[in-house]
């Protein structure tokens, strides 16, 4: 929890200063670019997490991996070099994405289906969706084989849970009373 608000304080630093300089749009890029890269290498993670491994060694390795990462980003990487912080790192991405996101009006609604949403159901989900949200919606699919049909969607902190599997337990649970 205590790295969880200090990511979100980061998070809601770089983003002021991004935006001061008319740089947060670049510098969510390079937020989620740092995000991907951790999420897809477990050595990168291990690199960053480990207390045996000298801040300016991992400063070093950040500047070579992420060269092109504008200034505020790179600003970012000595701040967490400074207060030993480098373990939040993903973290601190992570915020940022979210904040920049809720800044700019977009949403993120995660639909669960039991096979890949195809471009007609997708289309048909997002005008769904716009009938009772006015923000700009991005559609995250996830296949989950066991809802075994139909869909979950998640917008925020509400779902809508239309998948076989619910309707077979509610099922279960009115017979059995």
């Given at each position: 929890?205590?790295?969880?608000?200090?990511?979100?304080?980061?998070?809601?630093?770089?983003?002021?200063?991004?935006?001061?300089?008319?740089?947060?749009?670049?510098?969510?890029?390079?937020?989620?670019?740092?995000?991907?890269?951790?999420?897809?290498?477990?050595?990168?993670?291990?690199f960053l997490a480990s207390p045996v491994?000298?801040?300016?060694?991992?400063?070093?390795?950040?500047?070579?991996?992420?060269?092109?990462?504008?200034?505020?980003?790179?600003?970012?990487?000595?701040?967490?070099?400074?207060?030993?912080?480098?373990?939040?790192?993903?973290?601190?991405?992570?915020?940022?994405?979210?904040?920049?996101?809720?800044?700019?009006?977009?949403?993120?609604?995660?639909?669960?289906?039991?096979?890949?949403?195809?471009?007609?159901?997708?289309?048909?989900?997002?005008?769904?969706?716009?009938?009772?949200?006015?923000?700009?919606?991005?559609?995250?699919?996830?296949?989950?084989?066991?809802?075994?049909?139909?869909?979950?969607?998640?917008?925020?902190?509400?779902?809508?849970?239309?998948?076989?599997?619910?309707?077979?337990?509610?099922?279960?649970?009115?017979?059995?009373?």
């Amino acid at each position: 929890m205590v790295m969880a608000r200090a990511a979100i304080r980061y998070a809601k630093a770089i983003l002021d200063i991004a935006n001061s300089n008319g740089q947060a749009a670049t510098v969510n890029n390079d937020m989620k670019s740092i995000v991907t890269a951790v999420a897809e290498s477990k050595e990168l993670k291990n690199f960053l997490a480990s207390p045996v491994i000298k801040a300016d060694v991992k400063i070093s390795a950040l500047s070579e991996i992420f060269a092109s990462v504008q200034s505020e980003t790179k600003g970012l990487f000595r701040l967490l070099l400074e207060n030993k912080r480098f373990e939040i790192l993903p973290e601190v991405a992570s915020q940022y994405n979210a904040l920049f996101d809720e800044m700019n009006g977009v949403e993120t609604a995660k639909v669960t289906t039991a096979f890949p949403i195809t471009p007609e159901l997708e289309a048909k989900v997002l005008a769904k969706i716009k009938e009772f949200s006015n923000k700009t919606i991005t559609l995250v699919n996830t296949v989950d084989p066991s809802i075994l049909g139909g869909f979950v969607l998640r917008i925020g902190d509400k779902q809508y849970n239309a998948s076989i599997a619910n309707r077979l337990r509610e099922l279960k649970r009115e017979l059995s009373n």
